[in-house]
Every structure is written in C-alpha cells, then in structure tokens.
C-alpha cells in the first residue's frame, strides 16, 4: 500500500508548496529541509539571528513581515535576541549532525560538516576512510560536509547484501550518478535504473552466456597476444631488458579486445606501426573528465561549465561526440554489411542489430560495455605484474601450475604458438586464480560504487539512511578491513583462497564480503570474460617473460579514477625468460643461470 503523504507535504515528503513559489523560496525551503526543520522554526530562529539577513534575500516575501517586527522590536532587545537565536541555530544544527551521524565518522562541525578534515586528507581519501572504517565498531561511517549530500559508506558485509539484495529496490544507482556519466553512456546499461536497465539486463546476460561470444572472445585473445602482445615485448627485450610500461600496454590490449568483441572491429592500439587511433584518445579524453566530475568537491562547478560550454566541459562534448560518430557509423556499415552477407558475426553489436533495437540503444549499450571491459582487466593485470614481482615465490607457483596444464594438454613447455588452453583450462587454475583474486582484494579496479536511497531506510547494523542519501559500498577499504579477512589482511597471501573448497574457481567468498565484482541483481557481467582475459594474458606473459621493475624501491600509488590506475604507470625491463621443467613439474629459471655464469 503506498503511504498517504502527511498534512502539508507532498507524496515525496517535500514541503506541498514547494512548485508555485519563487525560485528563492524554493531555496530557502530546500535550506530547511537540509537542516531538518520547518520552515516556520528556521524563520523565527534566523529572524531572531544575524543569520536572517542571508535567509531574506532568499525569501523576498517574508522581508514584509521583518520590516513590522524591527519596527516594534527596540535594538538593545533585537541584539540579545539575535545573540540567542544565533546559539540556537547551532545548537540544533549540532543536533542534527550527532543524530544523523551515529558511531563513527570525521570529525564534523555546524554547517561546515567535516570540510576541514576533507581537505586536510584529500589527497589519501582511500586510506582515510578505510581507518575510519576500522575504527567503527559496525565498519560504517557517514560523512556529512559542505557542498555535498550526506553520505553512509561502509564495510560492512551484511550492510552490502542488504543495499545490493535484499532491499535492491531502494538503492538505485540514481539522479547524481547518472547525470556525472550520462552525457557519455547515455542510456547504457552502467547508467540507467528501474525498467530500463532491466530490460537490457536480460539481453545481455543472454548474449553473454552465448557459447558464440565466448568462442569469439578466445579467437580474439590468441590473435591480439600472439600478433601484438608478445611481439612488442619481445621488441623491449631485443633490446637487452629495454623498459616498457606494462600499464599502458595491457591498456592498450584491453582496448583492442573489448572492441573486438563488441564491435567487432579492430583499433589496432598495440600495433606500433599505426598511429593511436581517435576512438581511443577520445575515450581516455572522456573517461578522465568524467571521473573529474565525479570526484568535484561542487558538482554546480561543472554544471555551470557544461551550460557555458566552457573549458574541459567543452572538450568533453567534442570527445564524446568523436565517440558517438565513430560508433554510429559502424552501426549503420554494419547494417548494410549484414544486408549483403546476411549476418555472418559473432560480436555485441551484430547481435543487437539483430535484436532490433534502435541505433541510439544499440550505441548506448556498445559504449558501456567498451567502459565495462576498457580498464578493469588492465588495471588488475598491472598490479598483478606489480605484486609478482615482489613475491617471487608466488610466481614461481603461477609459473609450476602453467607448467604442468601444457604438459597434461601435450604441449611442448618451449613452444612459442597459442597457449593451448580452453576456456575449462583456464578455469582450472586455481593459483593463478588466487593470485588474482587477491591482487583485485588489495587494488580492487572499482575502488568504490555508491547507490542513492529512493526512501528512508535503516541499515542492519542501525545506520539511519535518509531520502536521497548517497550510499556507498567500499571495495578497497573491504580489501583491508581485518574484520572480515583477518589479522594478516593487508599480506598478499593466496592461502585465503586456496583453502576455500575447491570448485574449480575461488568460490565460497560472498560477493558480500568480496563485492570487487559488484554483487545481487547487478553483478558484474563480465566476470567470467574478464577472468579468462587475464588468465590468458597471465599466461602468455609470464611463461615468456622476466619482467623487473625499474625502480625496485617503489611502492606506487593507487589511484581511485573511474576505473583505478597505477600512478605514473608499471615500468619494467623485459627478459626473455628460457624455462627448463623438471619431470616433476618444477621449475628452473635458465635465464638466471645464464646471468650467474655471464657474471
Ligand atoms: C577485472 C575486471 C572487472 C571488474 C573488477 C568489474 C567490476 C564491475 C563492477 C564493480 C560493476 C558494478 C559497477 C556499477 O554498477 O557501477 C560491474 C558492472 C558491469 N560489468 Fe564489470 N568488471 C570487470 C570486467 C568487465 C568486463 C570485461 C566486462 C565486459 C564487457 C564487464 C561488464 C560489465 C557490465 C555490462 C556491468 C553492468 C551490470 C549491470 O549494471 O547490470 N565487466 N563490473
């Protein structure tokens, strides 16, 4: 049953009057409903405080009835009264902040919330919310400052299962988060809610089940490592251990192979020979103006910017635009291309011309899956590399579990041709597994998600939620909270996951606990693609390749972008990597022996 909405307010529990009165007044209710009070109690405090001045610009109609008040009001009185009306305000204000903010959070202040705080810790944000996470008995905080929504972000697993299952309907993505991506998605199924996103939820879970997209997917990863990937690292180790960085190169093999596959072209970004191609540069272009809108302490700043068409807003519209043509002419090649050979592909964006859906859609849901693919994989991969590196006996594990699969399939251990596995291969490996799934638990690629609350709601641990609240999830804090992993939880261990019962993937950890790929009804579609991208390129790499950072001292910064990054990238000298196994499956690194004899 929908509850009747009460006297004076309408159904969404705003003041009734709020749409036939002037804009200022408009605000000024808005100011009242941000600080939890009536219209009425905010006027005779801020009438009886300095603050009324301010309050009146906004609400030109009660200036009237303040003109007859001083008049009556003598100024000894007025003062004293101002005075005590100022303590009031605050006080309440106070109020309202302790209520809201149960247990634990930055320390915040009347009006400015936890501004100061903010700003001092801005530029280690994750690591200031994840101590702040620890230190709340329930692993959540609320965070309430100037400038922005208030905002309950927790740790908390059960708090995760609730806002990404059991109460679903209530968290939806929202109005603040789809307007930072929408000029870019569209209508695509990362940005929408409700109807829409359902609707296209179950199309494409269906194409990505399809035994045809994952036959597709394999083509795609043996021709883009054997042609390219391998040979320009093969190029910087001609060159006697010349340096290369990782990052950029498995960014560009991502871009490459998620094209491929949904749109069924090839962009060539790993081929030195041909120059970076626009659709990428377009798409870097965008994605780090749009993840600059999102991290905008004032998001009325890019607004403005956006309705003036002024500076990085301007550059957006003619990226994004870039993008659209690209993906519409290639909507509209292809459907000729389908009307003379009569619909011979396999990729995302044949299927869905197929379907029936307009160009519009169709380029929508292409683009959000180019977003989905682009650096999720690539930036798990680079501190996957990152974390081998300084745990040389995990490689070595990696390197003995690659090993003895090409010997179980027959291939010979020094053959440079294709990996030799299927896709039930590479779910077999439970090592590499492990060591990925870890790396995504310490350096998750989405460092955090939030959801917006459509209605008040209280959260199992007690936390109160209210209308429009921003809801986030924390991924990289979860990673390190030792409340849910332990007292060793900030080690690179992969007996975490190679205890867990063994059912072919690390299985047995809650999406809840572990929600690196999201969990519920909006679970990661790709899941499956991605492990097996990253599995293949593990494979290709490593078997081949001794790669050493180039600064061994380094410990890189994480960065939370829309898709997180290594700061300043993965720099590495490359070797080729001579692998003797042993009958019994072990492994001897000749290209050491070599060195030792050399020196
Ligand atoms: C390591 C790699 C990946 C990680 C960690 C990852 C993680 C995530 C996360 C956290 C979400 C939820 C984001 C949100 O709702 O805002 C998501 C959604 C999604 N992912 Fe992935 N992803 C990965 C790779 C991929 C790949 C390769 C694809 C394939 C193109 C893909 C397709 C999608 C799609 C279509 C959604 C939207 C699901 C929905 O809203 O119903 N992902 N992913």
Redesign the pocket.
């Known amino acids: 049953m929908t509850p009747r909405p009460r006297a004076g307010m309408d159904s969404n529990g705003a003041p009734a009057d709020l749409a036939p009165v002037s804009p200022s007044t408009q605000i000024y209710l808005q100011v009242c409903r941000y600080i939890y009070m009536s219209p009425i109690t905010v006027y005779c405090l801020t009438h009886a405080s300095s603050l009324h001045l301010y309050l009146l610009c906004l609400s030109p109609p009660l200036e009237s009835i303040y003109r007859v008040h001083s008049i009556m009001i003598p100024g000894s009185y007025m003062l004293c009264f101002q005075f005590v009306g100022c303590c009031l305000l605050l006080l309440l204000y106070s109020l309202r902040f302790r209520s809201s903010s149960p247990g634990h959070g930055p320390r915040s202040y009347p009006v400015i919330g936890c501004l100061v705080a903010f700003y001092e810790n801005r530029r280690r944000l994750l690591d200031w919310y994840t101590e702040m996470l620890s230190a709340s008995p329930t692993q959540t905080i609320v965070v309430d400052r100037l400038g922005a929504r208030r905002t309950v972000v927790t740790a908390n697993p059960v708090n995760v299962e609730h806002i990404l299952k059991s109460n679903f309907g209530n968290y939806p993505?929202g109005k603040p988060?789809t307007d930072v991506l929408g000029d870019l998605l569209g209508k695509g199924?990362?940005n929408v809610d409700g109807e829409t996103?359902y609707a296209?939820?179950k199309l494409?879970s269906h194409e990505?089940s399809a035994r045809t997209l994952r036959e597709l997917e394999v083509a795609v990863l043996e021709a883009e490592a054997l042609d390219r990937l391998v040979p320009a690292l093969e190029a910087a180790a001609e060159l006697g251990g010349g340096a290369v960085d990782m990052q950029d190169v498995l960014r560009r093999f991502a871009f490459d192979v998620?094209c491929r596959?949904?749109l069924g072209v090839d962009p060539g970004c790993l081929d030195p020979a041909l120059p970076a191609p626009r659709l990428a540069t377009a798409f870097d272009a965008a994605a780090g103006i749009i993840a600059r809108r999102g991290a905008a302490p004032v998001s009325a700043v890019w607004k403005i910017k956006r309705a003036l068409d002024i500076g990085s807003e301007r550059r957006l519209r003619e990226e994004v635009k870039v993008i659209h043509e690209a993906v519409m002419e290639l909507i509209r090649s292809r459907k000729k291309e389908r009307f003379l050979v009569n619909g011979a592909r396999n990729d995302l964006l044949s299927r869905m011309i197929e379907c029936g859906y307009d160009d519009e859609e169709i380029r929508d849901m292409v683009i959000?899956?180019?977003m989905?693919?682009r650096d999720?994989?690539s930036?798990?991969l680079t501190w996957f590399f990152w974390l081998l590196m300084r745990h040389r006996d995990v490689e070595r594990d990696v390197l003995e579990e690659i090993a003895s699969m090409r010997q179980q399939k027959g291939s010979s251990s020094s053959s440079n041709a294709g990996e030799g596995f299927d896709l039930d291969d590479y779910r077999r490996m439970r090592v590499l597994h492990a060591a990925l799934s870890e790396t995504?638990r310490l350096y998750?690629?989405?460092a955090w998600?939030s959801k917006h609350a459509a209605a008040a709601d209280v959260l199992p641990d007690g936390t109160r939620v209210g209308r429009g609240d921003r809801v986030t999830y924390f991924?990289y804090g979860m990673g390190r909270m030792e409340a849910i992993w332990g007292s060793d939880a900030g080690d690179f261990s992969l007996d975490r996951w190679l205890t867990l019962p063994s059912d072919g993937t690390a299985g047995g950890v809650s999406p809840f606990k572990y929600?690196?790929?999201?969990g519920g009804?909006?679970?990661?579609?790709?899941?499956e693609?991605?492990?097996a991208?990253?599995k293949f390129v593990a494979c290709a790499v490593l078997r081949r390749f001794d790669l050493r950072p180039v600064d061994e001292g380094r410990t890189p910064v994480f960065l939370p972008l829309l898709t997180s990054h290594m700061d300043g990238g993965l720099k590495v000298t490359v070797r080729r990597r001579a692998v003797e196994t042993t009958r019994h499956g072990a492994m001897r690194d000749t290209q050491l022996q070599l060195e030792k004899s050399i020196n």
């Open positions: 993505k988060f199924i990362f996103w296209q939820r494409v990505f998620i596959v949904s959000s899956f180019i989905a693919g999720t994989t930036s798990a995504m998750p690629p989405v998600d991924q929600p690196v790929f999201q009804p909006r679970t990661c579609l790709g899941r693609m991605a492990f991208q990253m």
